[in-house]
T-cell receptor, first 111, second 114 residues
Framework: GESVGLHLPTLSVQEGDNSIINCAYS??????FIWYKQESGKGPQFIID?????DKRQGQRVTVLLNKTVKHLSLQIAATQPGDSAVYFC??????????FGKGNQVVVIP | DGGITQSPKYLFRKEGQNVTLSCEQN?????MYWYRQDPGQGLRLIYY???????QKGDIAEGYSVSREKKESFPLTVTSAQKNPTAFYLC?????????????FGEGSRLTVL
């Protein structure tokens, strides 16, 4: 919703620069990870996913990196655009259990 | 177009009233979910259903109820027993049972208790 971004870590990035959003996950048994984008007042949208047998996956303008050693996930957005302004959050799947969502990071693109 | 439709988008309720949020999907997904989202917090699971006529409590089910009489529909009732119901509610669905992959979300319903 409109107030989802309140109290979240905020990344301010100049339009055209690359953005890196980080996520620390909690369960070493997690085998699947997803990044979602949520614009103000809307539902989350799928961006990209990655399975634990991979350490990198690329999509259109986005790359997800997985470091299982330190339980860290990152989302890189190339050539950030104003439409990329949103809250981004990661989700992990601990084995066959339900997805667990992080709190999110607010990205603000400066024109 | 296939997708998930939540209604209403905005809802106001007086204290002590029950309200029902609608969630309909035409993706032919087996599993459906209800999440609650508060400012600065991650999504918290209220209830989920892996198949018609079956549903399970999530992490914060107290004060909520659901039904799954049809595959396409998973309405959520926020009862008067929910002490802090003002929030943004998100419905989602997925292909397989449980979290076997990507969740598809609706646009959300914002409930405000007056």
């Amino acid at each position: 919703g409109e107030s989802v971004g309140l109290h979240l870590p905020t990344l301010s990035v100049q339009e055209g620069d690359n953005s890196i959003i980080n996520c620390a996950y909690s369960n070493s048994a997690s085998d699947y990870f997803i990044w979602y984008k949520q614009e103000s007042g809307k539902g989350p949208q799928f961006i990209i996913d990655i399975r634990s047998n991979m350490d990198k996956r690329q999509g259109q303008r986005v790359t997800v990196l997985l470091n299982k050693t330190v339980k860290h996930l990152s989302l890189q957005i190339a050539a950030t655009q104003p439409g990329d302004s949103a809250v981004y959050f990661c989700a992990e799947r601990p084995g066959n259990n339900r997805l667990a969502f992080g709190k999110g990071n607010q990205v603000v693109v400066i024109p | 177009d296939g997708g998930i439709t939540q209604s209403p988008k905005y809802l106001f309720r007086k204290e002590g009233q029950n309200v029902t949020l609608s969630c309909e999907q035409n993706l032919n997904h087996d599993a459906m979910y209800w999440y609650r989202q508060d400012p600065g917090q991650g999504l918290r699971l209220i209830y989920y259903s892996q198949i018609v006529n079956d549903f399970q409590k999530g992490d914060i089910a107290e004060g909520y109820s659901v039904s799954r009489e049809k595959k396409e529909s998973f309405p959520l009732t926020v009862t008067s027993a929910q002490k802090n119901p003002t929030a943004f509610y998100l419905c989602a669905s997925s292909r397989g049972q449980g979290a076997t992959g990507e969740l598809f979300f609706g646009e959300g319903s914002r409930l405000t208790v007056l």
